[in-house]
């Protein structure tokens, strides 16, 4: 049976991405064949569109997607049937497995779960892998002892997708959030989002002149990384949690022991690849049940597979709010 998906080729000095037709047979191995029905545009999904997939993808050609949710259409495994609803994040799907960006696709049946009854399926990609991580970053933070009375939490990169979802759901769970972004004209974005004040970007991209500054912040869901996170740091309360998602900032940090051994800061780093099923699970009923769902139409634009090589520029740029959805089925 054949099915449309967006495959990347290259011939080594460039890549080429186009909708194809393709049969299960082409399909990776995997115990469960996914009807997909939505996917989305990530960061990682932009990369694959790069000369050398952007360190990402192994072997071409190759199906990018780093999450998708659809319907079961038939399956090897016990725990999924036919007609079953299910979702899929993290795995390294999309980067060494052939991923979402298709109207069919087959996976081990463990990096599965279950679609929450409450979410449909384009709201459940609207979540998606940024859903995922921004979830676990605030789980994480209330965890190490967050609380409301305890004043603002930060969020850095708070248009983006994983930043507009902590936003969001911070705010409905009654916290104070501060919301930084470089994009000055998405202020009344964010402040629907929930957010209590809107920052600069600017403001915390200076230059770093000492290890510790004025404490501001009782939380910091951080999705940027290099400098910012740095600075964020020197800016944190005493005994306050840092929760790291992303490096779209670099991966260095130019900062000291200071903020952690004077101020007892707490880094935490949050990976939304390979979780156990049971915090998978947690985490997507959380998603159901704290996030604002009637937000999420403003957070998502949605787009066709034709449409993915076009916006995915825009993503690499960081010119795109809140969450890029993909039907797949749409012409």
């Keep these: 049976m054949s099915f449309r998906a967006l495959v990347v080729e290259t011939n080594q000095a460039d890549v080429s991405a186009q909708v194809r037709e393709l049969t299960d047979d082409q399909l990776p191995s995997g115990e469960v064949m996914v009807d997909v029905l939505y996917s989305t545009v990530n960061y990682k999904d932009a990369l694959c569109l790069l000369p050398g997939g952007g360190g990402l993808v192994r072997s071409y050609p190759h199906v990018p997607g780093i999450d998708f949710a659809g319907v079961v259409h038939s399956s090897t495994d016990a725990r999924y049937q036919a007609g079953d609803r299910v979702v899929l994040t993290g795995w390294r799907v999309g980067e060494s497995h052939w991923g979402g960006l298709s109207q069919r696709a087959r996976v081990s049946a463990d990096w599965l779960v279950p679609l929450p009854e409450a979410l449909s399926a384009q709201q459940a990609m609207a979540v998606g892998t940024a859903g995922v991580a921004a979830m676990l970053a605030i789980v994480a933070l209330e965890n190490q ?168 520029s825009q993503v690499l740029k960081g010119k795109v709010q809140g969450r890029v959805v993909v039907d797949v089925n749409a012409s």
């Design 145 to 312: 002892g967050l609380e409301k009375a305890d004043g603002s939490v930060l969020v850095t990169g708070a248009a983006g997708g994983v930043g507009s979802i902590a936003t969001a759901v911070l705010s409905q769970l009654g916290y104070q959030v501060a919301a930084v972004t470089g994009r000055r004209e998405l202020t009344g974005y964010l402040h629907d989002l929930g957010a209590t004040s809107v920052i600069d970007r600017s403001e915390l991209s200076a230059t770093i002149k000492k290890p510790l500054e004025s404490e501001r912040w009782s939380g910091c869901v951080d999705a940027v990384g290099g400098t910012m996170l740095a600075r964020v740091l020197g800016q944190m309360k005493y005994g306050a949690s840092v929760a790291a998602v992303g490096l779209a900032g670099g991966a260095d940090l130019p900062t000291s022991v200071i903020p952690f051994l004077l101020r007892g800061v707490n880094l935490l780093g949050i990976d939304s690849v390979m979780q156990p099923y049971a915090k998978r699970l947690t985490v997507w009923q959380r998603l159901a049940t704290d996030l604002p769902l009637q937000q999420l139409d403003a957070m998502t634009q949605i787009v066709s597979l034709a449409e993915v090589p076009k916006i995915a």
